[in-house]
């Protein structure tokens, strides 16, 4: 346990939807697969237009090893498989399919027989799991630790850092079974020395449901922390729950620690039980442009524009839509965009909350520095990237660390210049990445002769 | 769909803070010190408060007019240094020279290093000095209109409280007066119950954090204790001159000061380090000034040195 908690910026919770429980939305006539949910390769597809599929019919299967198969979230028509722009910049494969409406499950499906480690790993590996806390990574891999005997901490997410989103509040609250069994299903295979659960305090019916569900697993501690964003951030999460710190350029597993998202737990134990893969999100609908902010159970490949709607529509004209949340969530160009895996929250902000603040010159007020959790001076990678000279700029760039930053968001927030800083640092690893490609290429162009 | 959405990059919130706001916030937090100079010292040193501003905000305007930047007296920074000058000075300078001192702030030592955020030195500080060294007779330290006989003082000659208490001469204000501003100084510099008034709110609003003008000023004290070990002449140190203006509105400028948090508490040591020498040993009877410059250089370094240590950051 840490003494001094990291992450202490004060952003708004609007946890409206808190109490909602998640209603399930009908089935839509047509939804549009993306085969591409994560970082790591995309999904290749493996239906072809006129193809029968029912809901957990196997559409993509995995290309690679960080890669995860996708599957079909409702019964229909497979319509045709095109080609789609996705918010990262490239175009990927998504599968349409035409509903029939009835939601029919896949016969075929059958649940895992899991013995051990290997099946087990298997097993999670078809389910089409990611992270479901937002960055997506496929659990399989990130379990495969687990089979190395490296790992001697399980910390589990529940944090849910982000104003709005209260989809992981739900998972806590209603399948803290599944919790349970999740848990004692990765006890399984590994022997944990402890099993902590970090949740923002802002969540009492969480905590003391957690707290009454694993009162009798004395390795489980339920680990309340402080209602600041951003609790959930892996590294802070790990920080701030077990005191300990991921060193530059190495994963949780490196200090024996895997971290997991709540909402993945329960769904990895409700596959093993059920053997349905991975079809369906539960989103939090919300912003200021929504009329009635809802918990909703979506298909996955459900238009946005679709969910919109189910929960009432919105109150005002559109100004941005996001997948996730405020702080870290990923704009879309269009209501047409799908609900992908990682969607756990649909966020709808209106005209007047979209528009970009106007920036001023930076003041050296220091607050960027104070809110950084992962102690960095944002506003200096923002100076180094001005200097023209490539080399220097990038040196610079690696001394201050910006390959460090998490993306948090609490620089830009905080700042009362409305500086872009966040934005500057995708900028910069962009910039420090491509110059280190361009001269490991010149590098291997000047050993050839 | 047929509406463009907005497209831009995380976060899609910002807090209210803002740099006006800020700037206003000092403002508000200026406005006892202001009342009671005002009050002590007469409408002259209205007239001096009105000058100052107006001349600050004029200059920064027509600068960026002439110079084709984009207009920035908007975020009030032009307005708190005018104030501030002001504040530094007599009730009885003449207005010119009132005018000349805060272009000289506003052009000079903050618009041509690029303007707000830019300059190294702090424009009212700066401004304060220039003044004390081309007009010495009407700046700082001299002899007050209101109280005390409108004697014109030289800055280097005049008998400040110190001198007057190592004499134990009657002329020695009560340490009430002292606090309550019953004396001779500068406008804003007298009355140390409006300066802590501001403090507290500057705290409160979380514009300022609390070490810098503690450390300054508790410096101050601890360092004249050891130097004179005489808690009373330590209590005339501390609430006499420039020094509780200074440690609460100049020494916690945010521009001039380091950006990390033991940097600025490096930075008030630094000042009151370095008050207290020019006190002591110096020809100046009066050395907070000079001490926030000298520090406002040596910022960047002290900000070098306490950079913190980046989350499990590799070392090189």
Redesign the interface.
Known sequence: MSLFK?GKVH??HRKNTAEAIPVRMPAPAQVSISMLHHIGAPATPVVKPGDKVYVGTLVGEAAGYVSSPVHSSVSGTVKKIEKTLVSAGKEIDSVVIESDGEMTPDPDLRVPEITDFASFSAAVRASGLVGLGGAGFPTSVKLDAIGKGIIKRLVLNGAECE?YITSDTRTMVEKSDLLREGVELLCRFCDFEEVVFGIEKNKPEAIAKLKDVFADMPKVRICPMPSTYPQGGE?ILI?NTTGL??????LPADVGVIVMNVTSLAFLASYVKTGMPLVEKVITVDGSAIASPANVIAPIGTSL?EVIEFVGGTSC??????LGG???????????HPVLKTTNAI?V?SER?????KS????????C??A??????P?YFARALNISDKREMCERLE?E?IG?CI?C?CC???????R?L??NN?LAKAAVREYKTSTAAAGKKGGDK | ?D?Q???????????T???S??MLDVIIALVPTTVMGVLLFGIRALAVIAACVVSAVLGEFLFNLIAKKPQ?VG?L?AVVTGLLLALNLHADVPIWQCVIGSLFAIIVVKCLFG????NFANPAITGRIFMTLCFTASVGGGASLAFGKPEVADLTTSATPLELLSKESDALPSLLDMFLGFKSGAIGEVCGAAILLGFLYLVIRRVIHFEVPLIFVGGVFVLSLAITGNPLVSLYHVLSGGLLLGAVFMATD??TTP???LG?MIFAFGCALITVLIRFYGTYPEGVSFSILIMNILSPYIEKWT????????E?
């Open positions: 990291l952003v708004p104003p590294k920080y710190v991921v060193p530059e350029g190495k524009g004209e559109i100004g941005k839509i996001l405020p702080m870290m969530g990923v704009a879309v160009w269009t209501d047409a966020t902000l909350d979209a528009a970009p603040p001023t010159a930076c003041i050296h007020c220091g607050r520095v104070s950084c959790p992962m102690g960095l001076q506003t001394d660390k460090l993306e968001g830009s927030f905080v700042c009362p210049a409305k872009p966040v934005e995708r | 769909m509406k959405l907005v497209i831009s990059s995380s976060p899609h919130i910002r807090s803070a803002s740099t706001r800020i920035t975020d920074s303007g707000i955020g830019c945010y521009v950006i990390t948090r600025k950079l913190k240590r980046p989350l499990g950051g590799a090189k």
